[in-house]
Structure formats: structure tokens, C-alpha cells
């Protein structure tokens, strides 16, 4: 009996201390920021611009001049999903949108 207790303590301790291990093993790395965001607000077709994360600003008007509008299309949505595949291309990708703006998110390598 004595024999199967000391077994079964010893189960207990080799258990919680696996688990310490675990745990301990199963935190996340020192980076604090994971995703970096863009976000691209209308001004029209000639002031819409694109706000990086480091805070430059880069109009989009010389990319939305090159592209015609069919006709009967919303321009604000039609010129809208023109940048936001602009953006895409540069790996972002959509992360949430206002009435004039649309923000995208771009995962960061460690």
C-alpha cells in the first residue's frame, strides 16, 4: 500500500512539474507587435490617399487616373476597391472600414 502511494505522489509531482514545463515553453516570443496597418482614405478620385504605418502619406490619385470607371459604377466604390487591391499586392490585407476609410493589416516577420 505504502509501495502504491509513493507511485502515485510521484505521478502527481512528475505531472505538475511537466506542466510548469509546458507552460513555460508555450509563451510567445519577446515581439510585442505582430501587424502593421494601412489605411486608405477617400478624397476622391484625386485625393485619395494611402497612410502608412510609420505615418507617410502616399496619394493614389496617379493609380486611380490610369484606371477608367464603367459607367453607372460608384465611383467612390469602384476607385476604393482599386486601391484596396493595390494595397493587397503588398501583402495587407483587409482589416476593417469606416464610411471613408478602409483599414488593412499586414502580419510582421519576427
Sequence with gaps: ???TITLLALAVVALVFAA???KSHAAEGGAFQKYEYVTIRWGGRDNT???RSNGKVEMLGTILNRVSRPDRTDE???Y??????SV???GYE???MTSDEIIMKRAIQP
Excluded at 80 to 85: F, L, P, R
Aim: net charge positive.
Design 94 to 96: 483587409f482589416a476593417g
Design 20 to 22: 510548469i514545463l509546458v
Design 76 to 78: 467612390r466604390a469602384f
Design 88 to 90: 493587397a499586392r503588398e
Design 80 to 85: 476604393m476597391s482599386i486601391a484596396m487591391n
Design 49 to 51: 490617399h494611402l497612410i
Design 1 to 3: 500500500m505504502k509501495r
